[in-house]
């Protein structure tokens, strides 16, 4: 008989890469997770593993194996969920993990409600960039979690994941509203950012400030700006959106944020310019959790959280 949990391992690792990613994500050390394989091999009666020097990676065997793995993986969600259905009143932690400018606008609404409804329930919040959400939920770090995608960076399909939308939000270009405006220059090409890209391309020459390398924030920037043309200079580097605001109106560069990343009566000393740009924000969990009485608990207070012009325009979409 198989071992769910060395199936566990065996996804990770197909997911991660090497023993020593697979090790460090789940808190083994990589001796374990090397000794617990093995086993695996073992209770397969077939090579799951490809040896050369310091890397190992799936034989067609187990690269079949873990397609298994992630049904099965499904599978005991889809009867945590029964479980939990079953019993009386939700009870327990509930992990969540939430990018900033949700963790503010709409998380603590949110919690709220569920405070409310639902007094037995622990949830526990964790700042966390949508780029990693898809290993904390899969290594079990998180239950459920909020992440976004732009019309740029468009969310790649996460085995063992599924998502649900919750809300889609403008897009600003965001520039020193004493600084003068250079003309537009005359577009070259087409495609997603042709028609926005006279706005982009009248600041190519600013500096930019953009969220750090490795996130969707900074990849949305560049490609939107690569699409009109040109490719930004970089200045500063920042992550949340209070703080950019604060660089653009003091005149250190040009930046796009989302429209929960402005303060709702504006930025001073800032211009903004509606985009045609979109960033859509989805619940992410498990597959095969999103009956789980406490996921489907916390996606409903989200619901209610919404901003209402943020939930036309999904409702639109």
Sequence with gaps: MLDVRRLRL?????????????????????????????????????PLLERTGRSVRLTPVGQNLVRHAEAVLERLEEAAADLAEARSGLAGALRIGAFPTATRAIVPAALAALARRHPGLEPMVSETDPAAVAHALRAGDLDVALVHEYDFVPAAPEPGLATEPLYREAMYLAAPAAAPVPAPVPPTG????????????????????????????HAMTVRACQAAGFTPRVRHRVDEFATVLALVAAGQG??????????????????????????????????????????AAFGAALRAAVPPELAATEAKG
Excluded: K, N, Y
């Excluded at 990770?12 to 091999?41: C, D, K, M, N």
């Excluded at 087409?190 to 924030?217: K, Y």
């Design 10 to 46: 065996l996804r990770e690792l197909a997911r991660r890469g090497t023993i020593a990613a697979v090790a460090e994500a789940l808190a083994f050390s990589p001796s374990a997770v090397s000794q617990q394989l093995a086993v695996l091999e073992r209770e397969a009666g077939l």
């Design 190 to 217: 087409s495609g997603p950012g042709h028609d926005q890209g006279a706005a982009l391309r009248a600041h190519a020459d600013a500096p930019w400030i953009t969220a750090t390398p490795g996130t969707l924030c």
């Design 254 to 295: 040009v930046a796009v944020v989302p429209q929960l990343g402005i303060p709702e009566h504006g930025a001073p000393a800032v211009a903004l310019t509606r985009l045609l740009m979109e960033r859509r924000t989805q619940v992410a969990f498990r597959s095969g959790a999103a009956a789980h009485p406490a996921v």
